[in-house]
């Protein structure tokens, strides 16, 4: 009779171990669930606009697009021959002589950017244009405010805009003048990052 | 609830998708949103639409147009 209630303590004062530990590992198991999801990149796209073909820009304007319909929040950030895509108008005051020539021998907006390929003088955009213009297809001056609209973050690299002497009054409207630490933190919640 | 019906013939990716986000934004839980389109991408891509979203594909007719009827879910 002794000999059972021993018994019955002993495996009650089991249970109440077996709880703890139970208890203890449930904890651990949340603290981890809670420090993985900290480190899970969010549904963010980010796409580095650093060339400034037309067709290039048209591609990623695509597929920022369609990303921003799939749900993504999508970060474009446009550096080097990129910036000419938001340019929208030249400024030649207050330049040095480089500045002032490349004021003049950057494309000045979507409208004026050349193709990668086969550009022939400016027959190449006219005839791309003409061609998506037949297929339905936007273009790209009306692909960048469908973008804007579908609510495309768009950033200007500031030292790009620096060494090319481009200042924020030659851009278009609704821009974020950025550098790499804006780029990084959304880069790094990105599960989609691509450099065109 | 209803359901809508949106005409994408002839559009190319990413103008469907951007036409039924915005459609299916306007709608409530449990419409209907009944979609045509021509381009050869969108059979693929409407599958990966829904499920992104969690909407419901109830049919899906492929012949020389792709129609998809979905229902909206939240």
């Not at chain 1, 000045?108 to 086969?118: D, I, Q």
């Not at chain 1, 609510?151 to 009054?169: E, F, R, W, Y």
């Amino acid at each position: 009779m002794k000999q059972t209630s021993t018994d019955n303590a002993q495996s009650a004062s089991d249970a109440s171990c077996d709880m703890q530990s139970l208890l203890a590992q449930l904890r651990q198991c949340e603290q981890s669930v809670a420090d993985l999801k900290d480190m899970t990149d969010e549904d963010h796209m980010t796409i580095v606009v650093f060339s400034g073909d037309m067709d290039k820009v048209l591609a990623a304007l695509f597929l920022a697009t369609g990303a921003a319909s799939m749900g993504c929040e999508v970060s474009m950030y446009y550096t080097f021959w990129g910036l000419s895509a938001l340019r929208k108008k030249a400024v030649y005051r207050n330049k040095n002589l480089w500045h002032r020539m490349l004021a003049w021998m950057l494309p000045c907006g979507v409208g004026k950017l050349k193709t990668s390929k086969m550009h022939f003088g400016g027959i190449g955009p006219k005839l791309f244009n003409h061609l998506m213009k037949k297929q339905n297809v936007p273009d790209l001056k009306q692909m960048l405010e469908l973008a804007v609209e579908l609510d495309v973050k768009m950033t200007a690299c500031s030292t790009a805009m620096n060494i090319m002497g481009i200042g924020s009054d030659e851009l278009i409207d609704g821009l974020q003048i950025g550098g790499v630490a804006s780029y990084m933190q959304r880069a790094s919640q990105s599960r989609v990052n691509l450099f065109i | 609830m209803k359901t809508v019906e949106l005409d994408c013939v002839g559009l190319f990716c990413p103008m469907p998708l951007v036409r039924i986000k915005r459609t299916m934004d306007g709608l409530d839980e449990g419409d209907c949103l009944k979609v045509v389109a021509s381009d050869p991408a969108f059979e693929a891509d409407i599958k990966a639409w829904t499920q992104r979203f969690g909407h419901t594909l109830i049919e899906l007719d492929v012949a020389q147009q792709v129609t998809a009827l979905l229902r909206k879910v939240a």
